[in-house]
């Protein structure tokens, strides 16, 4: 376990080649960056590793040096006697095993902070998601690409298809039938015949031509596409849901190993989390028999509960691992479904030619996505070099 000595000096020379000073957000971007959310909570952990292992060296190291010399008097001393060499041998026993049970104690106490620094990445972790449930529960959104890759929903269109209608009945008898009139592709031929059966060239007619021309145009070409944002859109937010439960779940696990049953939103609402962090120093207390209180009696640590303590401790800082990992694979998702949204709110070749008539609920969802977009670079997004390093912060380790 000598690598544990030395894991916090390690850990701090690691994580504090990161810290530099941190760039404000740009002017107009309000979202905050991996480097911000992030590094703080590592170069916290770090000063904390530094200071626990700095105790544990103060109080082991002596006895480290005791020991060795009692080693090799005992070796290499010609002037060992029955008397003398059975005390230096039961100083030595006894030695050995404060050292293991000053490594015992160290080990309990590197995963109560191991595991705190766990529950802080869940907490975070976990404010990410609502920012994103929060993002993807605007069904409005989504609702107005419905609108607007539809004809039927544009004033113009209305207007010149209840007039072709009416030509088309009064000049050849025939009425389309209602089960086709929602539909947009039969719509849009409709409203076509309509055109070229009207008649008259003055110059107002050729403006509202060319208006329906271009809603005609619009919708057609971009039905398929703003459906697929639209679908899509409705799998991220089912997805994210899934996380956040799932991420729930995982504080449920965590936080049962120390006797703590509120739910995190529950403790998240009633900023309950210093409990949490008082029944984990409890419960390594109990382990290591610093509660104890009987008089003239040091503490006497439970052996069984310190293994058990140790066992809980660590199955929930695996179960953070595994979560970090998924969060990753979640955002890294995102991003490019939202690359993908940008390509296909910027393929509408004729955005130029028809812009005074596009609605602006277009331009609106293009903006969206490149806000979004940017939230997942920046705001949501936990570059593979910073999820390595908070593994390597819950672990104690450093490559």
């Given at each position: 376990?000598?690598?544990?000595?030395?894991?916090?000096?390690?850990?701090?020379?690691?994580?504090?080649?990161?810290?530099?000073?941190?760039p404000?957000?740009?002017?107009?971007?309000?979202?905050?960056?991996?480097?911000?959310?992030?590094?703080?909570?590592m170069?916290?952990?770090?000063?904390?590793?530094?200071?626990?292992?700095?105790?544990?060296?103060?109080?082991?190291t002596p006895?480290?040096s005791?020991?060795?010399?009692?080693?090799?008097t005992?070796?290499?001393?010609?002037n060992?006697?029955?008397?003398?060499?059975?005390?230096?041998?039961?100083?030595?026993?006894?030695?050995?095993?404060?050292?293991?049970?000053?490594?015992a104690?160290?080990?309990?106490?590197f995963?109560?902070l191991?595991?705190?620094?766990?529950?802080?990445?869940?907490?975070?972790?976990?404010?990410?998601?609502?920012?994103?449930?929060?993002?993807?529960?605007?069904?409005?959104?989504q609702?107005?690409?419905?609108?607007?890759?539809?004809?039927?929903?544009?004033?113009?269109?209305?207007?010149?298809?209840?007039?072709?209608e009416?030509r088309?009945?009064?000049?050849?008898?025939?009425?389309?039938?209602?089960?086709?009139?929602?539909?947009?592709?039969?719509?849009?031929?409709?409203?076509?015949?309509?055109?070229?059966?009207?008649?008259?060239?003055?110059k107002?007619?050729?403006g509202?031509?060319?208006?329906?021309?271009?809603?005609?145009?619009?919708?057609?070409?971009?039905?398929?596409?703003?459906?697929?944002?639209?679908y899509?859109?409705?799998?991220?937010?089912?997805?994210?849901?899934?996380?956040?439960?799932?991420?729930?779940?995982?504080?449920?696990?965590?936080?049962?190993?120390?006797?703590?049953?509120?739910?995190?939103e529950?403790?998240?609402?009633?900023?309950?989390w210093?409990?949490?962090?008082?029944?984990?120093?409890?419960?390594?207390?109990?382990?290591?028999?610093?509660?104890?209180?009987?008089?003239?009696?040091?503490?006497?640590?439970?052996?069984?509960?310190?293994?058990?303590a140790?066992?809980?401790?660590?199955f929930?800082?695996?179960?953070?691992?595994?979560?970090?990992n998924?969060?990753s694979?979640?955002?890294?998702?995102?991003?490019?479904?939202y690359?993908?949204?940008?390509?296909?709110?910027?393929?509408?070749?004729?955005?130029?030619?028809?812009?005074?008539?596009?609605?602006?609920q277009?331009?609106?969802l293009?903006?969206?996505i490149?806000?979004?977009?940017?939230?997942?670079?920046?705001?949501?997004?936990?570059?593979?070099?910073?999820g390595?390093?908070?593994?390597?912060?819950?672990?104690?380790?450093?490559?």
């Open positions: 376990m000598m690598h544990k000595s030395i894991v916090g000096i390690g850990l701090v020379i690691a994580l504090c080649s990161l810290h530099r000073p941190v404000c957000a740009a002017a107009g971007n309000p979202y905050d960056t991996a480097s911000i959310w992030l590094q703080p909570i170069l916290n952990a770090a000063a904390d590793f530094t200071a626990l292992n700095q105790a544990y060296e103060a109080t082991a006895l480290r005791r020991l060795n010399q009692i080693s090799c005992l070796r290499s001393s010609t060992i006697t029955a008397d003398n060499g059975f005390k230096l041998l039961l100083e030595r026993v006894q030695l050995e095993d404060a050292l293991k049970a000053q490594e104690d160290h080990e309990l106490k995963a109560r191991r595991y705190r620094k766990g529950i802080e990445i869940v907490k975070m972790l976990y404010e990410k998601i609502l920012s994103m449930d929060h993002h993807f529960s605007s069904l409005k959104a609702q107005e690409l419905l609108k607007i890759s539809n004809p039927h929903n544009y004033p113009e269109f209305k207007e010149a298809n209840s007039a072709t009416e088309v009945k009064r000049k050849f008898n025939f009425s389309l039938p209602k089960l086709l009139q929602g539909n947009p592709f039969i719509a849009a031929t409709f409203s076509l015949v309509g055109m070229m059966v009207s008649g008259g060239d003055d107002e007619k050729k509202n031509q060319e208006n329906l021309a271009c809603i005609l145009d619009f919708t057609v070409r971009m039905y398929n596409d703003l459906n697929v944002i639209y899509e859109t409705g799998y991220l937010f089912d997805a994210n849901l899934t996380l956040k439960k799932d991420c729930e779940a995982l504080f449920s696990d965590c936080s049962r190993q120390v006797g703590y049953t509120i739910t995190l529950g403790c998240r609402q009633s900023d309950d210093e409990r949490l962090y008082s029944l984990l120093d409890n419960l390594v207390s109990k382990a290591l028999g610093e509660n104890s209180n009987t008089p003239g009696v040091g503490s006497q640590p439970d052996a069984k509960l310190l293994n058990k140790g066992t809980n401790l660590q929930a800082i695996d179960r953070v691992v595994q979560f970090i998924r969060y694979d979640f955002v890294n998702e995102g991003n490019e479904y690359k993908k949204f940008a390509k296909i709110a910027d393929s509408y070749e004729n955005e130029k030619t028809c812009s005074a008539i596009l609605p602006d277009f331009r609106q293009k903006a969206d490149d806000q979004t977009l940017e939230k997942f670079n920046s705001a949501y997004r936990m570059p593979e070099v910073q390595s390093k908070l593994k390597d912060m819950l672990y104690g380790t450093v490559e």
